[in-house]
Nanobody
Framework: QVQLVESGGGLVQPGGSLRLSCAASEGILSFSTTNWYRQAPGKQRDFVAAITNSGATNYADAVKGRFTISRDITKNTVYLQMDSLEPEDTAVYYC???????????WGQGTQVTVSS
């Protein structure tokens, strides 16, 4: 059972920045992909960003140019740097990992991000 622990959420003003962290209990290179999703109240959970074990990245159109996903292999941690935050970014942000060979997938518990003045 893989454990994922998100941190770094909080309250920030529009235009501000936050960095989320997702710490995994196993080596992040063992995952085919590590993704961030978000879910606003009353809405479905949406894809935000992904980084594969080869280092390729992908972003949702809504966050391109503002969010950056990265990783520290030595710390088994994936980050989501969020800049130029907007009220529409308010949501619970979840970390997700997937292993294609075994079809295993795991979710973190989520961290709240609130963008408000």
């Amino acid at each position: 059972q893989v454990q994922l622990v998100e941190s770094g959420g909080g309250l920030v003003q529009p235009g501000g920045s936050l960095r989320l962290s997702c710490a995994a209990s196993e080596g992040i290179l063992s995952f085919s992909t590590t993704n961030w999703y978000r879910q606003a109240p009353g809405k479905q959970r949406d894809f935000v960003a992904a980084i594969t074990n080869s280092g390729a990245t992908n972003y949702a159109d809504a966050v391109k140019g503002r969010f950056t996903i990265s990783r520290d292999i030595t710390k088994n941690t994936v980050y989501l740097q969020m800049d130029s935050l907007e009220p529409e970014d308010t949501a619970v942000y979840y970390c997700y990992v997937y292993r294609w060979r075994s079809s295993e997938e795991y979710w973190g518990q989520g961290t709240q991000v609130t963008v408000s003045s």
